[in-house]
């Protein structure tokens, strides 16, 4: 009021007035209700301007500041984590653009202002699977490559290491497209010795993982931590045709009058051809459909999606990481304390990721990934991955990129017209 005076912006009767006006404040927040819904968004959106402009700007030119979210999904994420009985974290990304649609750093923002989507790293466990997987799609394998899924103890940091599937449970020699399907920890650690844990990291970064892993034979398995938005985003890349997304809140920034300050524009490049993209959503489809993730049907969510569950140690993390032609979203619930919360992914992730996906589509019709139509049939013996002959007992079509299906014909099995004769009596 002093300035204002000084500068004759007011005079003394209207600075008197002012400096005898009583204070009134105004009280704080502090129950959860439907307004919290945008807190953590634009808690987010706060950090990134103060980061990117600092405070001076901030304070003097009357930013306007315009964001990705939609309010419609940002209310739907956080009603969707309300229905869980621990702590969590739900994020929506536009898989084409990288825009960042809704976040929900926790349940409740009054009670606690700590973002579990992007200050939180976690083990994802089999939520890493996928990079895995696709690694060995880029190093020549194909969904009836044969696994073997055996117990098998390996030495870690001067420790003997005996990592199990889930369940105590072995399926011996295996498809690589059932392996990621049932989350076969043993095959997967077979799939990452065959490749090398450094051509899997490498494909990891390519896609968007920047937290630090060490080329250890551990991390297929998802023992490095990340976060929710980090991992979100890197599943883009599956589903938009092999593109990365960097996830981005803010569309636009202006000064008050008007004048552009910054204008973000999708960030995209192409880090894995068309054709692994197909594969990829095509082997994650059948996580949903048959696999880890099949609960999903149970609980009314009937549009075609693709994902994978991830449940870490002493069940202490659970994530799905799922997506469908038009959106991707990551769930993430636990404790902050990282104590058990005895629930696995299908019971503790794939309930608030289908709650929330519900809502986000509801009117919208089924829309099947035409990506995969551009996939190739063969039939083949899923017994050794080779394409069928006449006296092969068991045939299985699989789906495979354009040029790259099995060359060689099953040799454990009778071919022509001895096979056809054979094939009569089994």
Known sequence: LDTMQNIGFIDKSQWREAVNEPLRISPVRLAANSSDAFDFYQAQVEQGLYERMGEEIIS???LH???????????YAHQA?????????????????????????G???SRSQFNRATQAKRQPGSAFKPFVYGAAIAHGFNPASILHDEKKQFTFEGKNWDPRNYGNRYYGDVPLRRALALSLNAATLDLAERIGIGGIISYARALGIESPIEPSLSAALGSYEVNLLELTAAYAAFANGGSTARPYLIDLITDADGNSLEW??????QVIPFGQSAMMTSLLRDVVREGTAKSLATLGFTHPAAGKTGTTNQEKDAWFIGYTPRLLCGVWI?????TSIELSA?????????????????GAPPKDFLATTMLELHSIDPANGLLSVYGCPVKKEEAFIPGEAPKLKCTDHSG???????????
């Open 60 to 62: 003097r030119y009357g």
């Open 65 to 75: 500041v315009y964001t990705n979210m939609d309010p419609l999904l940002q209310k």
């Open 81 to 105: 984590l309300q229905g869980s009985p621990h702590e969590g974290a739900l994020v929506a990304i536009d898989p084409f653009t990288g825009k960042v649609l809704a976040l929900v750093g």
């Open 107 to 109: 349940k409740d923002f």
């Open 264 to 269: 973000n524009i999708p960030d995209k490049r």
């Open 334 to 338: 636990g404790d902050d304390k990282a």
């Open 346 to 362: 299908s019971q503790a992730a794939i309930p608030v990721w289908a709650l929330f996906m519900k809502n986000a589509l509801a």
């Open 416 to 426: 022509g017209l001895k096979g056809w004769f054979e094939g009569l009596w089994k």
